[in-house]
Protein backbone atom coordinates (compact mmCIF):
# COMPACT_ATOMS: atom_id res chain seq x y z
CA UNK A 1 0.00 0.00 0.00
CA UNK A 2 1.38 3.60 -1.07
CA UNK A 3 1.96 5.79 1.86
CA UNK A 4 -1.06 8.93 1.68
CA UNK A 5 0.77 11.65 1.15
CA UNK A 6 -0.97 15.39 2.05
CA UNK A 7 -2.90 16.29 -1.09
CA UNK A 8 -3.33 20.12 -1.95
CA UNK A 9 -6.52 21.89 -1.10
CA UNK A 10 -9.05 22.19 -3.58
CA UNK A 11 -7.73 18.73 -4.95
CA UNK A 12 -10.65 15.95 -6.44
CA UNK A 13 -9.60 12.27 -5.65
CA UNK A 14 -11.07 11.39 -9.65
CA UNK A 15 -7.59 12.71 -10.95
CA UNK A 16 -4.29 11.95 -11.42
CA UNK A 17 -2.65 15.21 -9.83
CA UNK A 18 -3.25 19.05 -9.87
CA UNK A 19 -2.12 18.89 -13.48
CA UNK A 20 -4.89 16.75 -15.15
CA UNK A 21 -7.35 18.37 -12.65
CA UNK A 22 -6.50 22.15 -14.08
CA UNK A 23 -6.90 21.30 -18.01
CA UNK A 24 -10.31 19.16 -17.21
CA UNK A 25 -11.90 22.30 -15.52
CA UNK A 26 -10.36 24.19 -18.42
CA UNK A 27 -11.57 22.23 -21.15
CA UNK A 28 -15.52 21.72 -19.34
CA UNK A 29 -15.45 25.69 -19.49
CA UNK A 30 -14.30 25.87 -23.18
CA UNK A 31 -17.03 23.31 -24.10
CA UNK A 32 -19.58 25.65 -22.73
CA UNK A 33 -17.95 28.62 -23.89
CA UNK A 34 -18.18 26.63 -27.98
CA UNK A 35 -21.52 26.98 -26.98
CA UNK A 36 -21.78 30.08 -26.31
CA UNK A 37 -19.79 31.25 -29.53
CA UNK A 38 -22.74 29.13 -31.52
CA UNK A 39 -25.27 30.87 -29.14
CA UNK A 40 -23.64 34.45 -30.60
CA UNK A 41 -23.55 32.96 -33.94
CA UNK A 42 -26.76 32.73 -34.35
CA UNK A 43 -27.69 36.13 -34.21
CA UNK A 44 -24.27 37.37 -35.80
CA UNK A 45 -25.19 35.01 -39.33
CA UNK A 46 -28.95 36.59 -39.26
CA UNK A 47 -27.05 39.89 -39.12
CA UNK A 48 -24.76 39.20 -42.03
CA UNK A 49 -27.91 38.13 -44.33
CA UNK A 50 -29.84 41.09 -42.98
CA UNK A 51 -27.14 42.90 -43.74
CA UNK A 52 -26.38 42.04 -47.06
CA UNK A 53 -29.90 42.40 -47.60
CA UNK A 54 -31.01 45.60 -46.43
CA UNK A 55 -27.97 47.58 -46.08
CA UNK A 56 -29.01 50.91 -46.94
CA UNK A 57 -30.92 50.60 -43.70
CA UNK A 58 -28.26 49.13 -41.46
CA UNK A 59 -26.06 51.99 -42.79
CA UNK A 60 -28.89 54.62 -41.86
CA UNK A 61 -29.00 52.54 -38.39
CA UNK A 62 -24.88 52.55 -37.56
CA UNK A 63 -25.04 56.40 -38.33
CA UNK A 64 -27.60 57.11 -35.50
CA UNK A 65 -25.30 55.22 -33.03
CA UNK A 66 -22.61 56.85 -31.35
CA UNK A 67 -19.04 55.69 -32.07
CA UNK A 68 -17.38 57.38 -29.45
CA UNK A 69 -19.29 55.44 -26.75
CA UNK A 70 -19.06 52.61 -28.24
CA UNK A 71 -15.21 53.11 -28.33
CA UNK A 72 -15.06 53.81 -24.85
CA UNK A 73 -16.86 50.65 -23.75
CA UNK A 74 -14.55 48.68 -25.69
CA UNK A 75 -11.47 50.76 -23.94
CA UNK A 76 -13.64 49.84 -21.04
CA UNK A 77 -13.69 45.91 -21.46
CA UNK A 78 -10.19 45.79 -22.96
CA UNK A 79 -9.03 46.82 -19.29
CA UNK A 80 -11.20 44.76 -17.06
CA UNK A 81 -9.65 41.61 -19.16
CA UNK A 82 -6.50 42.88 -17.97
CA UNK A 83 -7.55 43.62 -14.35
CA UNK A 84 -9.11 39.66 -14.52
CA UNK A 85 -5.94 38.38 -16.06
CA UNK A 86 -3.84 40.19 -13.37
CA UNK A 87 -5.98 38.77 -10.06
CA UNK A 88 -5.52 35.21 -11.76
CA UNK A 89 -1.77 35.94 -12.22
CA UNK A 90 -1.74 37.31 -8.30
CA UNK A 91 -3.31 34.25 -7.49
CA UNK A 92 -0.63 31.76 -9.24
CA UNK A 93 2.29 34.25 -7.30
CA UNK A 94 0.24 33.69 -3.65
CA UNK A 95 -0.76 37.62 -3.56
CA UNK A 96 -4.19 37.51 -2.01
CA UNK A 97 -4.80 41.13 -1.40
CA UNK A 98 -3.95 41.65 -5.08
CA UNK A 99 -6.24 38.97 -6.12
CA UNK A 100 -9.17 40.84 -4.22
CA UNK A 101 -7.90 43.99 -5.22
CA UNK A 102 -8.11 43.43 -9.23
CA UNK A 103 -11.09 41.35 -8.76
CA UNK A 104 -13.03 44.50 -7.30
CA UNK A 105 -11.36 46.44 -10.25
CA UNK A 106 -12.72 44.39 -12.81
CA UNK A 107 -16.53 43.74 -11.04
CA UNK A 108 -16.02 47.72 -11.11
CA UNK A 109 -14.94 48.16 -14.80
CA UNK A 110 -17.52 45.86 -15.56
CA UNK A 111 -20.30 48.37 -13.85
CA UNK A 112 -19.09 50.88 -15.90
CA UNK A 113 -19.35 49.53 -19.47
CA UNK A 114 -23.16 48.87 -18.29
CA UNK A 115 -23.88 52.25 -16.88
CA UNK A 116 -22.41 53.56 -19.96
CA UNK A 117 -24.19 51.61 -22.04
CA UNK A 118 -27.28 52.03 -20.13
CA UNK A 119 -27.44 56.21 -19.51
CA UNK A 120 -25.37 57.26 -22.29
CA UNK A 121 -26.71 54.84 -25.12
CA UNK A 122 -30.13 53.19 -24.84
CA UNK A 123 -31.55 55.73 -22.44
CA UNK A 124 -30.70 58.27 -25.34
CA UNK A 125 -32.06 56.12 -27.99
CA UNK A 126 -35.53 55.33 -25.78
CA UNK A 127 -35.45 59.52 -26.07
CA UNK A 128 -34.89 59.10 -29.51
CA UNK A 129 -37.98 57.34 -30.30
CA UNK A 130 -34.86 54.18 -31.91
CA UNK A 131 -36.28 51.13 -29.65
CA UNK A 132 -38.85 49.09 -31.97
CA UNK A 133 -41.67 48.46 -30.12
CA UNK A 134 -41.50 51.30 -27.76
CA UNK A 135 -42.55 54.25 -29.94
CA UNK A 136 -40.37 53.99 -32.43
CA UNK A 137 -40.85 56.60 -35.05
CA UNK A 138 -39.20 56.24 -38.89
CA UNK A 139 -38.48 59.54 -40.07
CA UNK A 140 -39.18 61.12 -43.49
CA UNK A 141 -35.49 61.71 -44.07
CA UNK A 142 -34.50 58.13 -44.27
CA UNK A 143 -36.52 57.65 -47.65
CA UNK A 144 -37.44 54.43 -48.91
CA UNK A 145 -34.74 52.08 -46.83
CA UNK A 146 -36.84 53.74 -43.58
CA UNK A 147 -38.70 51.26 -43.06
CA UNK A 148 -36.27 48.76 -42.51
CA UNK A 149 -34.27 50.62 -40.11
CA UNK A 150 -36.11 48.99 -36.95
CA UNK A 151 -34.90 45.74 -38.45
CA UNK A 152 -31.19 47.51 -37.58
CA UNK A 153 -32.36 48.17 -34.14
CA UNK A 154 -33.53 44.36 -32.98
CA UNK A 155 -30.19 43.50 -34.40
CA UNK A 156 -28.32 46.00 -31.84
CA UNK A 157 -30.65 45.57 -28.77
CA UNK A 158 -30.69 41.75 -29.22
CA UNK A 159 -27.07 41.60 -29.03
CA UNK A 160 -25.82 43.73 -26.71
CA UNK A 161 -28.52 43.29 -24.72
CA UNK A 162 -27.47 39.55 -24.86
CA UNK A 163 -23.80 40.96 -24.42
CA UNK A 164 -24.87 42.97 -21.37
CA UNK A 165 -27.08 40.04 -20.05
CA UNK A 166 -23.68 38.27 -20.10
CA UNK A 167 -21.61 40.87 -18.14
CA UNK A 168 -24.27 41.12 -15.26
CA UNK A 169 -23.78 37.11 -14.76
CA UNK A 170 -19.96 37.75 -14.75
CA UNK A 171 -20.33 40.53 -12.12
CA UNK A 172 -22.16 38.01 -10.20
CA UNK A 173 -19.41 35.72 -10.42
CA UNK A 174 -16.71 38.33 -9.49
CA UNK A 175 -18.84 38.85 -6.56
CA UNK A 176 -18.54 35.26 -5.34
CA UNK A 177 -14.95 35.01 -6.15
CA UNK A 178 -13.96 37.63 -4.38
CA UNK A 179 -15.54 36.68 -1.27
CA UNK A 180 -13.69 33.58 -2.07
CA UNK A 181 -10.41 35.14 -2.66
CA UNK A 182 -10.52 37.60 0.98
CA UNK A 183 -11.06 33.85 2.52
CA UNK A 184 -8.01 33.21 1.20
CA UNK A 185 -9.53 29.59 -1.02
CA UNK A 186 -7.21 30.27 -3.95
CA UNK A 187 -3.48 28.87 -3.34
CA UNK A 188 -0.71 28.81 -6.50
CA UNK A 189 -1.89 24.98 -6.69
CA UNK A 190 -5.28 25.85 -6.79
CA UNK A 191 -7.51 28.70 -8.37
CA UNK A 192 -9.97 26.53 -10.95
CA UNK A 193 -12.69 28.80 -10.26
CA UNK A 194 -10.95 32.05 -11.01
CA UNK A 195 -9.50 30.41 -13.97
CA UNK A 196 -12.53 29.36 -15.93
CA UNK A 197 -14.55 32.47 -14.93
CA UNK A 198 -11.74 34.75 -16.32
CA UNK A 199 -12.41 32.35 -19.59
CA UNK A 200 -15.50 33.39 -19.50
CA UNK A 201 -14.95 37.27 -18.80
CA UNK A 202 -12.31 37.50 -21.29
CA UNK A 203 -15.20 35.40 -23.81
CA UNK A 204 -17.64 38.15 -23.44
CA UNK A 205 -14.98 40.57 -23.84
CA UNK A 206 -14.30 39.21 -27.46
CA UNK A 207 -17.89 39.15 -28.43
CA UNK A 208 -18.03 43.05 -27.61
CA UNK A 209 -14.81 43.43 -29.71
CA UNK A 210 -16.62 41.62 -32.72
CA UNK A 211 -20.10 43.60 -32.18
CA UNK A 212 -18.38 47.28 -31.95
CA UNK A 213 -17.23 47.02 -35.70
CA UNK A 214 -20.44 45.39 -36.94
CA UNK A 215 -22.84 47.98 -35.04
CA UNK A 216 -20.70 51.22 -34.92
CA UNK A 217 -17.95 51.06 -37.58
CA UNK A 218 -18.61 49.73 -41.01
CA UNK A 219 -21.58 51.35 -41.60
CA UNK A 220 -19.95 53.91 -43.88
CA UNK A 221 -18.88 56.37 -41.29
CA UNK A 222 -17.25 58.28 -44.06
CA UNK A 223 -20.50 58.86 -46.03
CA UNK A 224 -21.01 62.89 -44.93
CA UNK A 225 -18.35 62.37 -42.30
CA UNK A 226 -19.96 61.03 -39.75
CA UNK A 227 -21.28 62.93 -37.19
CA UNK B 1 3.69 22.51 -10.29
CA UNK B 2 1.09 25.16 -11.41
CA UNK B 3 0.21 26.57 -14.31
CA UNK B 4 2.39 28.54 -16.58
CA UNK B 5 2.69 31.97 -15.73
CA UNK B 6 2.27 34.94 -18.09
CA UNK B 7 4.39 37.73 -17.05
CA UNK B 8 2.99 40.89 -15.95
CA UNK B 9 5.15 42.78 -18.62
CA UNK B 10 3.74 40.27 -21.01
CA UNK B 11 -0.12 41.15 -19.73
CA UNK B 12 1.22 44.99 -20.30
CA UNK B 13 2.13 44.85 -23.85
CA UNK B 14 -0.87 42.56 -24.72
CA UNK B 15 -3.14 45.60 -23.34
CA UNK B 16 -1.45 47.90 -25.02
CA UNK B 17 -1.62 46.75 -28.09
CA UNK B 18 -5.47 45.82 -27.69
CA UNK B 19 -6.02 49.90 -27.03
CA UNK B 20 -3.73 50.77 -30.01
CA UNK B 21 -5.77 48.07 -32.37
CA UNK B 22 -8.91 49.51 -31.31
CA UNK B 23 -8.08 53.26 -32.15
CA UNK B 24 -6.71 52.43 -35.69
CA UNK B 25 -10.47 50.31 -36.14
CA UNK B 26 -11.72 53.63 -35.18
CA UNK B 27 -9.53 55.74 -37.49
CA UNK B 28 -9.88 53.79 -40.15
CA UNK B 29 -13.73 53.59 -40.07
CA UNK B 30 -14.00 57.43 -41.27
CA UNK B 31 -11.71 56.47 -44.38
CA UNK B 32 -13.10 55.37 -47.40
CA UNK B 33 -11.73 52.23 -48.34
CA UNK B 34 -14.89 51.10 -50.50
CA UNK B 35 -15.63 47.42 -49.55
CA UNK B 36 -12.30 47.49 -47.53
CA UNK B 37 -13.38 49.13 -44.90
CA UNK B 38 -15.38 45.86 -43.76
CA UNK B 39 -12.59 43.48 -44.05
CA UNK B 40 -10.32 45.97 -42.12
CA UNK B 41 -12.48 46.12 -39.47
CA UNK B 42 -12.93 42.43 -39.14
CA UNK B 43 -9.57 42.08 -39.84
CA UNK B 44 -8.50 43.70 -36.70
CA UNK B 45 -10.96 42.45 -34.50
CA UNK B 46 -9.44 38.88 -35.39
CA UNK B 47 -6.29 40.06 -34.42
CA UNK B 48 -7.77 41.60 -31.03
CA UNK B 49 -9.61 38.05 -30.44
CA UNK B 50 -6.33 35.93 -31.44
CA UNK B 51 -4.81 38.32 -28.70
CA UNK B 52 -7.11 38.12 -25.89
CA UNK B 53 -7.43 34.03 -26.71
CA UNK B 54 -4.00 33.10 -26.76
CA UNK B 55 -2.58 35.47 -24.07
CA UNK B 56 -5.17 36.26 -21.52
CA UNK B 57 -6.86 32.99 -22.21
CA UNK B 58 -3.54 31.17 -21.99
CA UNK B 59 -4.30 29.36 -24.89
CA UNK B 60 -1.10 29.61 -26.36
CA UNK B 61 0.39 27.29 -23.23
CA UNK B 62 -2.57 24.92 -23.00
CA UNK B 63 -2.93 21.28 -24.11
CA UNK B 64 -3.24 20.44 -27.70
CA UNK B 65 -6.85 19.06 -26.55
CA UNK B 66 -8.35 22.34 -25.58
CA UNK B 67 -6.97 23.68 -28.92
CA UNK B 68 -8.14 21.23 -31.05
CA UNK B 69 -11.68 21.95 -28.97
CA UNK B 70 -11.21 25.36 -29.71
CA UNK B 71 -10.76 25.02 -33.50
CA UNK B 72 -13.59 22.51 -33.60
CA UNK B 73 -15.73 25.57 -32.29
CA UNK B 74 -14.12 27.86 -35.17
CA UNK B 75 -15.33 25.14 -37.57
CA UNK B 76 -18.73 24.54 -36.55
CA UNK B 77 -19.19 28.94 -36.56
CA UNK B 78 -17.86 28.74 -40.35
CA UNK B 79 -19.96 26.11 -41.38
CA UNK B 80 -22.89 28.28 -39.59
CA UNK B 81 -22.40 31.29 -41.16
CA UNK B 82 -21.12 30.26 -44.92
CA UNK B 83 -24.02 27.26 -45.20
CA UNK B 84 -26.82 29.75 -44.43
CA UNK B 85 -25.16 32.76 -46.64
CA UNK B 86 -24.87 29.83 -49.21
CA UNK B 87 -28.54 29.26 -49.26
CA UNK B 88 -29.88 32.99 -48.67
CA UNK B 89 -27.64 34.72 -51.44
CA UNK B 90 -28.15 32.15 -54.33
CA UNK B 91 -31.54 32.21 -54.41
CA UNK B 92 -32.11 33.69 -57.44
CA UNK B 93 -29.88 31.71 -59.24
CA UNK B 94 -32.97 28.93 -60.42
CA UNK B 95 -36.46 30.16 -61.35
CA UNK B 96 -38.99 30.54 -58.89
CA UNK B 97 -41.23 27.65 -59.37
CA UNK B 98 -44.23 28.06 -60.53
CA UNK B 99 -46.03 24.75 -59.85
CA UNK B 100 -46.97 21.34 -61.74
CA UNK B 101 -47.30 23.91 -64.64
CA UNK B 102 -43.57 24.18 -65.65
CA UNK B 103 -43.30 20.39 -66.10
CA UNK B 104 -45.57 20.54 -68.86
CA UNK B 105 -43.61 20.97 -71.81
CA UNK B 106 -41.75 17.94 -70.61
CA UNK B 107 -44.94 16.11 -70.10
CA UNK B 108 -46.57 17.04 -73.39
CA UNK B 109 -43.83 15.11 -75.18
CA UNK B 110 -45.04 11.90 -74.62
CA UNK B 111 -48.63 12.74 -75.97
Known amino acids: MTVHTAHPPGFAHQFEDMEQQREAGSLGMWVFLLTEIMFFGGLFASYIIYRALYLPAFEIGSHLLEVKFGALNTAVLILSSLTMALAIHSAQVGKRRAQVGFLIATMILG ?117 | MSGHIVSVKLYLGIFVALLCLTALTTGVAYIDLGAFNTVAALAIAVVKMLLVVLFFMHVKYSGRLIQVFILAGVLFLAILVTFTLADELTRHWSPTPTGWGMLAPFLLRFF
Request: aromatic fraction near 22%; include cysteine.
Open chain 1, 111 to 227: AAFLAIKFTFEWHHDYVEHLVPGFGFIIRPEWGAAGQHVPMFFCFYFFMTGLHAMHMIIGIGLLTVLTVMAHRGRFTPEYYAPLEVSGLYWHFVDIIWIFLFPLLYLIGGRYIGGGH
